[in-house]
Every structure is written in structure tokens, then in C-alpha cells.
């Protein structure tokens, strides 16, 4: 059965329409889909914005009708890249296939002897996470690149003052 049960990770800083894309056609693939979300220990930074728990009621609300069951997990980074995917055998549910567009991602999954398939990049040039972060400090339109689920919550949380904040751009 976990030959049908699939891993994807990322950042998601935050969850777009390329990600929502992405596990939509994972989800016509598998049976069941674990989330890692990536960087779990980071958040109020410029790159890194929005807290694990932030990222995962993005994800919880926008797949809410993904039609699969899926797990999010979050996952912190680790010092050693070498046994990093032991790190995520340890943190989640069995799986036999991984899906990844991240060049690293791949290759220490691959040298782990783990299946990792590859998904067409979706208009990555606009739905990418440093796209839409740079769009919403420079007061331009983002909220039609990720679901409206996350424009909801990144409003309620004051994720544009806080990353304006952060860079320097508003005074406290
Ligand atoms: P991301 O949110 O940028 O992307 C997640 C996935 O979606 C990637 O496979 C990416 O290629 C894909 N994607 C993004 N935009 C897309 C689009 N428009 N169309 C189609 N696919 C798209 O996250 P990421 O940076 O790839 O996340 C990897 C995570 O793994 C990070 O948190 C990183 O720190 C972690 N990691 C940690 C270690 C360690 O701790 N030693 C090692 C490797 C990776």
C-alpha cells in the first residue's frame, strides 16, 4: 500500500497556485500524499515569512477538496544534509515515492535508492514564493497567484505589515 502513498515537500513561504498545481496532479497519481513542510523552524524573516503553523492552515484550507487523503507535516531543517532523509523517514508515514522539482531534494533522495519523480514547472516565473513576496512589498497584485483561502489568512495574520516590518520597509 505505500507504494501508493507519495512525499512532497517545500517551503512554501508561501502556498501558491504552482504548489496547488502540482499536488492536484500528485493526487490523480496516489492514493495518499504527505506534506513535509520544510523549514519548519524558521518564520518572520524575508524569505521565510509565515510560521509552520501559518503554512499549514494555508494547506489545510486550500485542499480541503484535494480528494486524497494527505498528512502535513512539518519538518525541520537539519545540519547534515547526508542524513537528512533519514531524518524524514523519522517524522512520517512509510512511502515509497517522492515528488520533487528541488535539484538537492532529488538528488539525496535518489542516492537514498527512493523513486523520485519529477512535475512540469508551472509558470514559475510568477507562481514562486519570491515572486509574490517581492509583488507584496513592492504594493503590487499577488493575491491571483496563490488560493483565496491563503489571501484570507495572510491577511488575518498581518502577513504584509509583518514583511514589511521585517524589511525595513514601515517603522513600529
Ligand atoms: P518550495 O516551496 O520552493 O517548492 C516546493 C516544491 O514545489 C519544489 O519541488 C518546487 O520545485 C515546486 N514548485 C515551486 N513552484 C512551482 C511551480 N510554479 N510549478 C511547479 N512546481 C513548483 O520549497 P523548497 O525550497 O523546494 O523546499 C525544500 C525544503 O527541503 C526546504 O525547506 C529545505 O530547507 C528542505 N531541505 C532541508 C535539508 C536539510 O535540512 N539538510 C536538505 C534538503 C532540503
Known amino acids: 500500500m505505500d507504494s501508493r502513498r507519495a512525499f512532497y515537500i517545500g517551503r512554501f513561504q508561501p502556498y501558491h497556485l504552482g504548489h496547488q498545481t502540482v499536488l492536484e496532479s500528485i493526487a490523480h497519481e496516489v492514493d495518499e500524499i504527505i506534506i513535509g513542510i520544510g523549514s519548519a523552524q524558521t518564520s518572520h524573516e524575508q524569505d521565510d515569512l ?21 498528512y502535513i ?8 544534509n547526508s542524513v537528512w532523509v533519514s531524518h524524514i523517514i523519522s ?13 538537492l531534494v532529488i538528488r539525496l533522495f535518489e542516492e537514498a535508492g527512493i523513486e523520485v519523480r519529477q512535475s512540469p514547472m508551472y509558470q514559475r516565473e ?7 513576496r517581492r509583488r507584496m512589498l513592492a504594493g503590487e497584485g499577488w493575491e491571483s497567484l496563490v488560493p483565496s483561502s491563503t489571501v484570507d489568512i495572510i491577511k488575518e ?4 505589515e509583518r514583511l514589511k516590518l521585517i524589511s525595513g520597509r514601515d517603522s513600529i
Open 91 to 103: 517524522m512520517t508515514p512509510p512511502f515509497k515515492v517522492v515528488y520533487s522539482n528541488n535539484p
Open 50 to 70: 509565515f510560521t509552520a503553523g501559518e503554512r499549514v492552515l494555508m494547506m489545510t484550507r486550500a485542499l480541503e477538496d484535494l480528494g486524497v487523503k494527505h
Open 73 to 80: 507535516i512539518p519538518i525541520e531543517d537539519i545540519q547534515r
Open 157 to 160: 495574520i498581518g502577513g504584509l
Open 126 to 132: 510568477q507562481y514562486s514564493g519570491t515572486e509574490i
